[in-house]
């Protein structure tokens, strides 16, 4: 009886950790936070060399600088909410091609500057784990499958709703 017990706990335990693993909830607020900090990360460097620069102009740095990371800002909004409360296709798509795009540059960092990695300043962390996490999030379905008492998967909404 004891054994059963342990291992019904693992079980539980190993249930948990894939459903952590599987939670598009989780992935794009990992995504949409990682987002976030790329673009904080993106304006502060901007900002600095904008203000090193003698002979820099406004227009460069607001498109460049700043526009830059209010799209970012944009995309880390859309993908929160996309994880909150579900969303398009659109929406779907906008995700997967910005999840895309971080694993690009996340390789380009590994592969020419692998010491900028872990500098918080650069884009490294940033779509090192923000890509693969929004990725993640465009690619889950939506709605979770549950094991049925026969062996079959159903879908959550009942058999007699009028829309399901």
Do not use: Q
């Not at 249930?15 to 936070?33: E, P, Y």
């Not at 296709?89 to 500057?113: D, E, K, Q, T, Y």
């Not at 962390?125 to 079959?152: F, Q, S």
Request: charged letters at 10%; aromatic letters at 8%.
């Amino acid at each position: 009886m004891l054994s059963s017990t342990s291992t019904s706990t693992s079980s539980t335990a190993e249930t948990r950790a894939v459903g952590f693993l599987r939670s598009r909830r989780i992935s794009g607020g990992i995504g949409a936070l990682a987002l976030a900090g790329l673009g904080v990360a993106h304006t502060a460097t901007n900002a600095v060399g904008f203000a090193a620069d003698a002979d820099a102009s406004w227009p460069m740095f607001l498109i460049f600088g700043v526009g830059v990371s209010l799209v970012l800002w944009a995309v880390a909004v859309v993908a929160w909410l996309f994880s909150r409360r579900g969303g398009g296709r659109v929406g779907r798509v906008i995700i997967a091609v910005v999840g895309a795009l971080c694993c690009l540059m996340a390789f380009n960092v590994l592969r020419v500057h692998p010491e900028i990695v872990l500098s918080p300043a650069g884009p490294g962390p940033w779509t090192l784990v923000g890509g693969p996490a929004l990725l993640l999030a465009a690619l889950l379905p939506w709605r979770k499958k549950e094991a049925t008492d026969a062996g079959c998967f159903s879908s959550t909404r009942s058999a007699h709703h009028p829309r399901g």
